[in-house]
């Protein structure tokens, strides 16, 4: 199965130090670390890969980018970038699932989200990572500038459904604020980021 990175096996990686143990299936990577599939990459102080577990951890400096090709007939075929970063990473390749802790910080199309805790859930199609979901906890904050216009949205709890381009704010007190629009409070609030 694969997942994030796709398949761990398939990682490739540089470091100023790399020890390997169990004939090759724990590799632990130390200072100025790059991994890399394909588009996708991880940069980080250190990097434990664990092929029996199939997890993946990083810590300091954690910065992953995800490249994913555009669907046929869909746009100008320019691929999405997600970019990440935090202090620290934990992926598990058995159900797709990253958690970023330490403070995360999330780029893509258009949004930017902060929050102290970022979970991320992948599949990967047509050998392209891509992220399905995205949940954020503690502290959230969204904003989406565009021409024009900008929105922004705090909540202690996000939860953003790619496919559907929706986002979810719970929790503490969820604000909504669009320069356009207004600002709106409420128990849980939803908007659509197209």
Same mark, same amino acid.
């Given at each position: 199965?694969?997942?994030?990175?796709?398949?761990?096996?398939?990682?490739?990686?540089?470091?100023?130090?790399?020890?390997?143990?169990?004939?090759?299936?724990? &590799?632990?990577? *130390?200072?100025?670390? &790059?991994?890399?599939?394909?588009?996708?990459?991880?940069?980080? *102080?250190?990097?434990?890969?664990?092929?029996?577990?199939?997890?993946?951890?990083?810590?300091?400096?954690?910065?992953?980018?995800?490249?994913?090709?555009?669907?046929?007939?869909?746009?100008?075929?320019?691929?999405?970038?997600?970019?990440?970063?935090?202090?620290?990473?934990?992926?598990?390749?058995?159900?797709?699932?990253?958690?970023?802790?330490?403070?995360?910080?999330?780029?893509?199309?258009?949004? *930017?989200?902060?929050?102290?805790?970022?979970?991320?859930?992948?599949?990967?199609?047509?050998?392209?990572?891509?992220?399905?979901?995205?949940?954020? *906890?503690?502290?959230?904050?969204?904003?989406?500038?565009?021409?024009?216009?900008?929105?922004?949205?705090?909540?202690?709890?996000?939860?953003?459904?790619?496919?559907?381009?929706?986002?979810?704010?719970?929790?503490?007190?969820?604000?909504?604020?669009?320069?356009?629009?207004?600002?709106?409070?409420?128990?849980?609030?939803?908007?659509?980021?197209?």
């Amino acid at each position: 199965q694969r997942g994030q990175m796709g398949a761990l096996d398939a990682l490739h990686g540089v470091a100023e130090r790399m020890r390997s143990s169990d004939s090759g299936r724990l &590799v632990r990577y *130390d200072r100025n670390v &790059v991994l890399w599939q394909g588009g996708n990459r991880l940069q980080a *102080d250190q990097a434990v890969i664990d092929r029996n577990g199939r997890t993946l951890t990083a810590k300091g400096n954690v910065r992953t980018l995800f490249t994913e090709q555009a669907a046929p007939g869909k746009g100008s075929g320019t691929p999405q970038t997600t970019l990440v970063q935090a202090q620290a990473l934990s992926y598990s390749d058995r159900d797709r699932a990253a958690e970023y802790s330490g403070g995360a910080t999330m780029k893509r199309g258009g949004l *930017d989200v902060t929050a102290s805790t970022l979970r991320g859930l992948f599949a990967v199609m047509d050998g392209s990572t891509v992220l399905e979901s995205a949940t954020a *906890d503690g502290k959230v904050l969204i904003f989406q500038p565009a021409p024009g216009r900008t929105r922004k949205g705090t909540a202690e709890h996000a939860e953003y459904v790619v496919k559907e381009a929706k986002v979810v704010l719970s929790g503490g007190a969820p604000e909504f604020a669009d320069s356009l629009k207004g600002t709106t409070r409420g128990r849980i609030l939803t908007w659509f980021a197209d």
